[in-house]
């Protein structure tokens, strides 16, 4: 055998008599998700001597036998780096970092390394199974490069798929702490309105019309009054790019220190430059979710940054 390739047998039971070729495989090699299935299957690294022509949608019957035929996987092509992460939880499937402001998520044009992906990839060596063929950290979502807080990484390629899932269908439980300029009135309520790309600034989102961007919903609830200011918390009922600090400003309340969306008020200016602060004032602080593949329900809680409990102290009515 080629050192690295995995052959598995896998046997039809009562349980999958009847189903499609591609479902009742990812029944039985449960470390492999649907996905990953369906492209070995169109590589041809699934065979049975009972079966001449195999395809995912083909019906299986009880006793067959199939052949799956794993390859190694592909190195991918970006550089692990020694960078320090605050690990809060970990196991064979995910794990779930606490990411300091300034660290990029995911390399792209400008930022090709010291990003979190470069940082998982040294603190992961030899424990990613190959996410659709390829031995990567499967990033399900990201968090701005100025925002800090809890982030989730899949580590194979079932919990990829699984958390993949949950994000698509809202059921991710995501609470951001954020400091914003102003009071909010009424202190609590939902911003329904549809985020996409600014038509005056591509690299901006902006508030649309409905049907046009993606559906966002933001909840908000103020936890405290400050100087001209206030201490809110945003549950997410949708992930979009930038939601909650498109959605704070289209009511009239941006993020302090928003570079972007967050126009500097007056009385502000000497407190942020005395403290250095130099990022939107917003941290994911709250993420549960299903564990999709122990299906135990996880909770996690960040504390504040010192950065945004100094901007507290010195706004603090």
């Known amino acids: 055998m080629v050192p690295g390739i995995s052959i598995i047998e896998a046997i039809i039971s009562e349980a999958q008599d009847g189903l499609r070729l591609d479902r009742a495989l990812a029944d039985l090699l449960p470390d ?86 470069n940082a998982l990839l040294h603190h992961c060596q030899g424990q990613l199974s190959g996410i659709g063929g390829v031995a990567r950290p499967g ?13 989730v990484v899949a580590k194979s390629d079932k919990a990829h798929e699984g ?27 939902t911003v329904d309105a549809w985020v996409g790309r600014s038509d005056a600034d591509r690299k901006k989102m902006a508030v649309h019309r409905e049907g046009r961007g993606k559906h966002a919903v933001t909840h908000y609830r103020m936890v405290e009054r400050l100087q001209g200011a206030a201490m809110v918390e945003c549950r997410l009922e949708t992930g979009r790019t930038h939601q909650v600090r498109v959605h704070m400003h289209h009511i009239g309340h941006p993020l302090i220190g928003d570079p972007v969306y967050g126009r500097e008020r007056k009385g502000f200016k ?22 999709p593949v122990t299906s135990e329900r996880l909770m996690f809680q960040s504390v504040l940054p010192g950065d945004m409990q100094e901007l507290l102290s010195q706004l603090h009515v």
């Open 139 to 151: 990033i399900v979502h990201r968090i701005d490069k100025d925002t800090s807080g809890l982030l």
């Open 32 to 117: 492999l998700s649907r996905e990953r299935i369906k492209g070995l299957i169109s590589d041809g690294q699934v065979a049975s001597a009972q079966v001449s022509k195999i395809n995912a949608s083909m019906k299986v019957a009880v006793g067959q036998s199939f052949t799956v035929t794993l390859p190694p996987p592909v190195p991918l092509d970006t550089v692990a780096q020694d960078i320090p992460l605050t690990i809060v939880h970990e196991d064979a499937d995910l794990i779930v970092v606490d990411k300091p402001a300034g660290l990029v998520v995911h390399p792209a044009a400008g930022n090709l390394d010291g990003t979190l992906v």
């Open 270 to 291: 000497s407190i942020l430059e005395t403290l250095g602060f130099k990022r939107q004032a917003l941290h994911a602080k709250s993420l549960g979710f299903i564990h």
């Open 163 to 189: 958390l993949a899932r949950q994000f698509k269908d809202h059921s991710i439980d995501r609470l951001y702490a954020a400091i914003v300029y102003g009071v909010p009135v009424p202190g609590s309520g």
